[in-house]
T-cell receptor
Framework: GAGVSQSPSNKVTEKGKDVELRCDPI?????LYWYRQSLGQGLEFLIY????????KSGLPSDRFSAERTGGSVSTLTIQRTQQEDSAVYLC???????????FGPGTRLTVL | GESVGLHLPTLSVQEGDNSIINCAYS??????FIWYKQESGKGPQFIID?????DKRQGQRVTVLLNKTVKHLSLQIAATQPGDSAVYFCAESASGYSTLTFGKGTMLLVSP
């Protein structure tokens, strides 16, 4: 079946602009995660949605970052007033209820000029 | 917070060799461990996972070993192929339902 999809695959923006990144999880997966991967680094947790529970926002690096998940499916990560240090690959993962494995999408590469 | 780390940043092997990628973790409360493979320009791909109540788990050409005494995790790849060349990440979580903490990754280079 279809895996996790993300769009756009690449995004180039100017410093100070806002960006929105989209994640479509695997159908039926109730848990959704956002991670960030900087060049040559491991993955850094950003935010976690589980069903209708309040999201775990403990990994968001600043108040410029926010995310929402509409209808328990699609999620959007928004970065306001982008900075050059926001340049990274943003990865989304989803997980089925009762299972442990997180499945990742291909990521969105964000470049802030 | 506690984190997961890797011993070797780069591992170069010949095709056909067996590869071993190591990972140390520091959170003794971790209950779930997972290995991902990431090829250039792609998202991490699930390889194999293991829970803390096990010390070994096998998949197709891959085996994960967990040593809770020394908080060490390893991924063994049998008969390594050029297509195995990628960055391998280990990750852990306090429970499988929570967020993953990733190590920085090991680059595996397989020469024909």
């Amino acid at each position: 079946g279809a895996g996790v999809s993300q769009s756009p695959s690449n995004k180039v923006t100017e410093k100070g602009k806002d960006v929105e990144l989209r994640c479509d999880p695997i159908s039926g997966h109730t848990a959704l995660y956002w991670y960030r991967q900087s060049l040559g680094q491991g993955l850094e947790f950003l935010i976690y949605f589980q069903g209708n529970s309040a999201p775990d926002k403990s990994g968001l690096p600043s108040d410029r970052f926010s995310a929402e998940r509409t209808g328990g499916s699609v999620s959007t990560l928004t970065i306001q007033r982008t900075q050059q240090e926001d340049s990274a690959v943003y990865l989304c993962a989803s997980r089925s209820t009762g299972a442990y494995t997180q499945y990742f999408g291909p990521g969105t590469r964000l470049t802030v000029l | 917070g506690e984190s997961v780390g890797l011993h070797l940043p780069t591992l170069s092997v010949q095709e056909g060799d067996n590869s071993i990628i190591n990972c140390a973790y520091s959170n003794s409360a971790s209950d779930y461990f997972i290995w991902y493979k990431q090829e250039s320009g792609k998202g991490p791909q699930f390889i194999i996972d293991i829970r803390s109540n096990m010390d070994k788990r096998q998949g197709q050409r891959v085996t994960v070993l967990l040593n809770k005494t020394v908080k060490h995790l390893s991924l063994q790849i049998a008969a390594t192929q050029p297509g195995d060349s990628a960055v391998y990440f280990c990750a852990e979580s306090a429970s499988g339902y929570s967020t993953l903490t990733f190590g920085k990754g090991t680059m595996l280079l397989v020469s024909p």
